[in-house]
């Protein structure tokens, strides 16, 4: 079964320190991961992906993404956290083969991310 | 600008009612989705569809509709049969639905609520 999981309902953290929300998956093959950001009663907005390449990817507002097969992770990360990044953020993966999972995304549920001043 | 308009943004329904939840895109996306978001279980694949006349279920279709009738438009009727239908519902579009990499595009979302 394709899954993903977010471990932390909340990341606190305070304006300037790093930031780190996680993720960690468990699907078959070389998925294809994504992270993006929800504002309240709003849609769904893309930050970053990963494909292939470069493990580290970087995306809108100064976020980034490791990417780790070993682990099975793709933690987003930024070195400077914003109060305005405070927002619900979502970790998704694409499973790369035919079948029952074509063409889908698996989202996880979300870790909220409260910046505080 | 191009987008994906969803309308209305809040919706009362009465239990028993049908509605329908208005999804138009002006993107040339020709993969439409509906998903179902509730507090802490993230998002629910409700339906999609790859091309205009075509749609699949999700992992929670029951109780819902859907037609795919335009290619702009994909609505979602949420009917009677539906137990819990009280949630925030987004429609996302993107470009080929068989491509991993291709990026989802959403709507601001329909906030239902069963009174």
């Given amino acids: 079964a394709q899954s993903v999981a977010q471990p932390e309902d909340q990341v606190n953290v305070a304006e300037g320190n790093p930031l780190t929300v996680k993720c960690t998956y468990s699907v078959s093959g070389n998925p294809y991961l994504f992270w993006y950001v929800q504002y309240p009663n709003r849609g769904l907005q893309f930050l970053l992906k990963y494909i292939t390449g470069d493990n580290l990817v970087k995306g809108s507002y100064g976020f980034e993404a490791e990417f780790n097969k070993s682990q099975t992770s793709f933690h987003l990360k930024k070195p400077s956290a914003l109060v305005s990044d405070s927002a619900l953020y979502f970790c998704a993966v694409f499973p790369p083969r035919r079948g029952s999972t074509l063409g889908r995304l698996y989202f996880g549920r979300g870790t909220q991310l409260t910046v505080w001043p | ?115």
């Fill in chain 2, 1 to 115: 600008d191009g987008g994906i308009t969803q309308s209305p943004k809040y919706l009362f329904r009465k239990e028993g009612q049908n509605v329908t939840l208005s999804c138009e895109q002006n993107l040339n996306h020709d993969a439409m989705y509906w998903y179902r978001q509730d507090p802490g279980q993230g998002l629910r694949l409700i339906y999609y569809s790859q091309i205009v006349n075509d749609f699949q279920k999700g992992d929670i279709a029951e109780g819902y509709s859907v037609s795919r009738e335009k290619k702009e438009s994909f609505p979602l009727t949420v009917t009677s049969a539906q137990k819990n239908p009280t949630a925030f519902y987004l429609c996302a579009s993107s470009i080929a639905h068989f491509s991993g990499a291709n990026v989802l595009t959403f709507g601001a979302g329909s906030r239902l609520t069963v009174l």
